[in-house]
């Protein structure tokens, strides 16, 4: 960027949220400019596939922590201005007590080493970086809706692999698995199920060697998917973006991550009530419908692929009443950390206690730091920095959401409606993760803090 672009510097006092202009038109040499933006959305999905090679084990570290160093190379260049000025959106100064709180947590006496530590905070801070650096950018809505495409399509393929890896798995499931995963007790068998001809099906990993892993992006083909198909934009667009909803469909019931299903359900049913909302009752019909039946097809094609065993799973939602399958499933690993996790470290057990950091950077000779299983995201908050960290985060993305809900309420142009929604709906996703995984120490976060820094600009910014 150059060095004499102006800096952000529009407050947004609590009881205004900034208007864009009617009348804002898309420089053409924005229309067909790719620079970092692009190139960033495309590298943090699409990165991951190169451990697809065969004998990319050895290298899986470097590999799978490149995306978030190029975050932190981003906050380094594009964010050297913020520092300059004030922490203008809402999520911002909450996050930066994160970060402050996370620092601290590597001098914790139980955290299990200090490279694990360090590794453990840079992963929290590659992830939220980008709220401070992507509102340098200073995009317009129209080049933001086709980022957004490009993370639709990006999605749409993953997708499309998953189901390519379940139909023909010799082709297109990876040489290697992740070894995290068949070196866990249980291996392969923790991750696959029966198919209709009596066949082991591995999970689908999509453009990543670990089992599952596509539901993630699976679910945001869904609902972005078909929030495309409905907008005024090329036939071609618009097949793509239904064929990348239903593929995501289908992969979601072939991984068998029902909460990845319920997730890309609800946020739907939740995109159809803004529509309501903003008086577009038509269109939120057609979409009721059109999302009912492309649900329809893809439980089908994921019946003939995985076979009964598609079904049953998704029978288990149905058991008893959608409070208790949850509470069956997560709930009691929530209750669990409300109720024992953080009585027990209510200033945070230390860092490198759980998950991939540990596994990469830990020293399990040292034995007053034990591993501590985490899978969802406040219990994942409260081993790393008890409860500051729980609650500072939760103001963070409170405040996000908040701000994203005034900026949708005050957008006027159809390019700025169009980005507010989406990314609002695609947002909701993750914040519905919290409950299911732990979103915020992967992309998926780090996405959700790019997507919301583009759009934070994009409301702010007085040429719009």
């Known amino acids: 960027m150059s060095s004499n672009q102006p ?6 006092p609590a009881s205004q949220v900034p ?16 620079g970092f933006p692009e190139f960033f959305i495309i590298g943090q999905i ?11 084990q050895p290298l899986r570290v470097l590999i799978r922590t490149a995306p978030f160093m190029v975050s932190v190379a981003a906050l380094i260049w594009y964010g050297r201005k913020s520092f300059h000025t004030r922490l203008d959106a809402p999520a911002q100064k909450w996050l930066l007590l994160c970060s402050l709180c996370l620092v601290a947590m590597i001098f914790h006496p139980t955290t299990n080493s200090i490279l694990a530590g360090m590794a453990h905070a840079i992963l929290y801070l590659s992830v939220l970086a980008p709220i401070f650096w992507a509102p340098q950018l200073k995009l317009t809505p129209e080049r933001i809706q086709r980022l957004l495409f490009i993370i639709l399509v990006s999605c749409g393929l993953n997708s499309m692999v998953g189901i390519l890896q379940v139909y023909d798995p010799g082709t297109w499931m990876p040489t290697e698995l992740s070894s995290m995963v068949t070196g866990t007790l249980g291996g392969i068998g923790n991750v696959s199920y029966i198919g209709p001809d009596g066949r082991t099906i591995i999970r689908p990993t999509g453009l990543s060697d670990n089992p599952g892993a596509v539901a993630g992006p699976a679910t945001a083909a869904t609902l972005l ?35 990845s299903l319920l997730v890309a359900c609800g946020a739907l049913i939740a995109y159809i009530a803004l529509l309501v909302l903003q008086k577009q009752k038509q269109k939120a019909l057609l979409l009721f419908v059109v999302g009912t039946v492309a649900l329809l097809i893809s439980f089908s094609f994921a019946l ?29 690993q929530i209750e669990y950390g409300f109720t024992t996790l953080l009585s027990q470290y209510p200033v945070g057990a230390g860092l490198g206690r759980w998950g991939m950091m540990r596994a990469y950077f830990g020293d ?38 908040v701000s994203g809900i005034k900026m949708l309420r005050h957008a006027h142009s159809p390019a700025m409606r169009f980005s507010t929604s989406a990314i609002a709906a695609v947002n909701l996703i993750t914040v519905a993760l919290i409950l299911g995984y732990t979103p915020f120490t992967n992309q998926v976060g780090l996405q959700y803090w790019f997507l919301s820094g583009l759009l934070y600009n994009a409301a702010c910014s007085s040429e719009l």
């Open 19 to 34: 208007q864009p202009s009617h009348t804002a038109t898309m420089p053409e040499v924005d229309r067909f400019t790719w």
């Open 304 to 332: 003939a692929l995985g076979g009964q065993s598609i079904e049953q799973r998704v029978d288990t939602l149905f058991e008893d009443d959608p409070m208790t399958v949850y509470y069956s499933n997560r709930g009691a």
């Open 46 to 56: 699409l990165a991951p596939a190169i451990l697809f090679l065969p004998g990319t």
């Open 225 to 259: 998917g078909l929030i495309f198909f409905f907008e005024r934009t090329r036939f071609w667009r618009r097949v793509t973006a239904l064929l990348c909803a239903v593929a995501g469909f289908t992969v979601v019931f072939l991984t068998m991550v029902r909460t």
């Open 7 to 12: 800096t952000l510097r529009t407050p947004w």
């Open 364 to 401: 399990e000779s040292n034995l007053d730091s034990p591993p501590i299983w985490a899978e969802l995201q406040p219990n994942a908050w409260i081993l790393d920095g008890g409860l500051m960290l729980l609650l500072f985060y939760l103001l963070a993305v409170g405040a996000n959401t």
